[in-house]
């Protein structure tokens, strides 16, 4: 299920990677992130199927459940991480001129108040 | 139990060597001339097979967490603290983790080849303002 929910992350960042007009969104180091995570689990999903067989596509509702949980919080991980990048390096500079905006208010405001 | 960790290692190694590999372009002369297709640096290439790397590394990391088996105090990998389970997490680390590892770097260097493949087939378009 941490697979499946990975591999549709990777899809669907990978749509919206190609369909992009600019690169401002940086949504290559998440399409990247989604594939890495989906191919290491692909790995460990071989070596599963090889010892359980049959078994492995059969699993109990509550190890499904506690996977598809595991999967939205490493998706919601990875957009943090994503997320954390995108105002850090700030290719707009939204963030950049959000400060300067409240520097200024600020500064106008302290020399009213002298 | 630990697979991801020969992944990680990979990642560290990898990264040296595209930090080396940039440096190195960037000392060298630029010659670009139009005729020349444009091809895609080592160093970009690279770039790709770190992130994907670290991508991974850290979200199997988390869930490693998740399962309990990584857990923030010394030793960091619970089955360390058993030679039983130390030797299992050994052996998945030999199979499970080098499999892992195997994949991503073939899928880079498929992607690298499609890439190639990619530019070049860009670089015999026509140029601008010329007829088709």
Same mark, same amino acid.
């Given at each position: 299920m941490t697979l499946l929910i990975t591999v549709f992350a990777a899809i669907i960042v990978t749509i919206k990677w190609y369909t992009r007009? *600019? *690169?401002?969104?940086?949504l290559g180091l998440l399409v990247f992130m989604f594939w890495g995570a989906s191919l290491m689990w692909l790995g460990d999903a071989i070596f599963g199927y090889i010892e359980e067989q049959a078994e492995f596509f059969a699993p109990a509702p509550a190890d499904m459940l506690n996977d598809a949980y595991l999967g939205l919080s490493v998706v919601a991980l990875a957009l943090v991480i994503w997320l954390v990048r995108l105002l850090i390096t700030d290719p707009k500079g939204v963030v950049k001129s959000s400060i300067q905006k409240s520097v200024a208010s600020d500064s106008k405001k302290k020399a009213k108040t002298a | 139990m630990a697979c991801f960790l020969v992944s990680a290692a990979e990642a560290v190694v990898v990264t040296a060597v595209e930090k080396h590999e940039e440096k190195k372009e960037k000392s060298e002369e630029i010659r670009v001339t139009v005729d020349a297709p444009v091809k895609v640096p080592m160093s970009r290439k690279l770039k790709w097979l770190t992130y994907m790397l670290w991508g991974g590394v850290i979200l199997l990391a988390y869930e490693h967490v998740w399962h309990g088996e990584?857990? #923030?105090? +010394? #030793? +960091?990998?619970?089955?360390?603290?058993?030679p039983g389970d130390a030797a299992e997490m050994f052996h998945e680390m030999a199979t499970i983790g080098v499999t892992m590892a195997v994949i991503i770097t073939v899928c880079w260097f498929i992607m690298c080849k499609a890439a190639d493949a990619i530019m070049a087939r860009k670089s015999q378009l026509p140029a601008v303002g010329q007829e088709l």
């Open positions: 007009k *600019d *690169d401002t969104m940086q | 990584v857990v #923030p105090w +010394f #030793p +960091f990998l619970t089955a360390m603290s058993d």
